[in-house]
């Protein structure tokens, strides 16, 4: 038998709305909806090629070029053994097709920036991951089957099975069936949305996403009123916000979450810090840059890191990226990526 194999690439995500908090841990099942914009696959992105072949003695996976044990990543194993299980449906509807799901894997993945630094590398790398596997599977699932499966891996992946704009919808089902990413709106609803990354830190943070989000659910009590009574309503109004291009709406509703997160962050025991001096100058500056502008132009948020991304229009990037320019103790600054740029290179290789 041939050696079948396919490559495909995935992008980061950046989340406006933050998903903080599983309410199963073993499915990935959130405590609240989510919503993210997509950043040009340009600028960041994971690219992973899975191999299926009958010299392969086991399953083997490298992630940017260290070789990682997959019997000890649960959530790997897992979405592997679900991609799996769907070729194997298909196999058994018809025979005539190659016995795929049989073969062992040899799965090797790429970021092009720094992994584990907040920079949603788990995103954009399980995300590619199950889009080679679904591709050289030819599995006919769409992008939102596909990011049931990669929520498994990583939460914040589901979403970056789309372009443009994305929410995560919690869902309400034991099971996790209905938990999944939809579009909110397409690649090129609004092109003039841009992204600046600001590297503050590019080292592994202290700690993950996934402890630290159950010592926040366990612990916090501003976490309870999170969830209940403010992400629903900002869940609505952010997504009205995108869909009637009200970059002012949006921008606060963005600043507000990334505040409240790292509030709750800070509301747990013990309490988790992900932001540094180098992150709240660049709150400050970007306060700054709005009060100049007489009008918010400029939005910032933090994932479980340092590091800084600040939406903007294209038509206030001069006034950004010079407001910007002060910040002291950024590395490569300010590496711009155009948000929801019209950047469909993914779909069109599923479709392929
Ligand atoms: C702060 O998706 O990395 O970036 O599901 O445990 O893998 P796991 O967590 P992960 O958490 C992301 C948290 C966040 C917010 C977000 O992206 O919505």
Not at 295 to 307: E, L, Q, R, S
Request: with cysteine; aromatic share 8%.
């Amino acid at each position: 038998m041939p050696t079948f194999s396919a490559t495909s690439t995935a992008p980061v995500n950046i989340a406006t709305l933050k998903y903080w908090g599983k309410r199963d841990v073993k499915l990935n099942l959130p405590t609240n909806s989510s919503i993210s914009v997509t950043l040009s696959q340009d600028d960041l992105r994971a690219t992973t090629t899975a191999r299926a072949s009958d010299r392969y003695t086991q399953d083997k996976l490298w992630l940017n070029g260290t070789r990682e044990e997959i019997e000890k990543k649960p959530r790997t194993l897992t979405v592997i053994n679900e991609l799996r299980k769907a070729r194997a449906e298909m196999e058994k509807a018809d025979p005539s097709l190659p016995g795929l799901a049989s073969l062992k894997l040899q799965i090797v993945s790429e970021n092009n920036f720094p992994t584990a630094a907040g920079l949603a590398s788990s995103a954009a790398g399980f995300a590619a991951l199950v889009n080679a596997v679904a591709l050289l599977y030819k599995l006919p699932h769409s992008p939102t089957e596909l990011s049931v499966l990669a929520r498994q891996g990583s939460g914040s992946a589901c979403r970056s099975l789309f372009g443009g704009y994305v929410a995560w919808e919690m869902g309400s089902k034991d099971d996790g069936s209905d938990s999944q990413a939809v579009e909110v709106a397409p690649i090129g609803h609004w092109p003039s949305m841009k992204a600046a990354v600001l590297v503050v830190s590019a080292a592994k943070k202290d700690v993950s996403s996934t402890a630290g989000m159950q010592v926040t659910v366990h612990t916090s009590t501003l976490f309870k009123e999170r969830i209940t009574n403010v992400v629903p309503q900002r869940f609505e109004k952010m997504k009205k916000a995108i869909i009637d291009r009200d970059f002012p709406e949006f921008a606060r509703l963005t600043m507000a979450d990334s505040n409240q997160f790292h509030a709750v962050c800070l509301d747990s025991e013990p309490p988790i810090f992900y932001l540094n001096d180098v992150s709240r100058a660049a709150i400050r500056t970007v306060e700054a840059i709005n009060a100049a502008a007489g009008k918010i132009i400029a939005a910032y948020t933090f994932d479980a890191g340092p590091n800084c991304v600040i939406y903007y229009l294209e038509e206030n990037e001069q006034a950004v990226l010079s407001g910007l320019s002060c910040l002291n103790g950024v590395s490569g600054f300010p590496q711009v990526s155009a948000a929801a740029s019209g950047d469909d290179r993914w779909s069109q290789q599923l479709a392929a």
